[in-house]
């Protein structure tokens, strides 16, 4: 098993997880494996960077296909202001679906 993979289970059940390193607040991230349809479930983690000063970080799916979907990455300073992702905030998703 590898930091991006899949496993697909005999019943047809697939789980598929990985991270995400590609700048910017939106990001497409593509599947390693396409979905039967577009009927999965999906979780995504942001990490903050080392020695931010954010206080919360969070993430929102904006949509999803049968091989990829777009996360959008907001966070807020301690101070109150807020911002958008950058490339050094890593996202990482968990997606269970149908294969067959």
């Known amino acids: 098993l590898s930091q991006n ?4 289970l ?5 789980i598929q997880w990985g991270l995400s390193e590609v700048a910017g ?3 497409t991230i593509y599947l ?11 979780v995504t983690n ?3 960077s080392q ?5 919360v970080v969070s993430s929102s799916i904006l949509f ?3 091989s990829n979907f777009v996360v959008n990455g907001t966070y807020q300073y301690e101070n ?9 905030e890593k996202i990482y998703w968990l997606a269970i679906g149908r294969w067959k």
């Open 5 to 8: 993979g899949y496993y697909k």
């Open 32 to 42: 390693p494996v396409s979905f039967y349809d577009t009927y999965y479930s999906l």
């Open 46 to 48: 942001v990490t903050k």
């Open 10 to 14: 005999p019943d047809g059940l697939m």
């Open 25 to 27: 607040s939106s990001r």
């Open 80 to 88: 109150g202001d807020y911002g958008y992702l950058q490339s050094t």
């Open 51 to 55: 020695g931010a000063t954010m206080s």
């Open 64 to 66: 999803t296909t049968k």
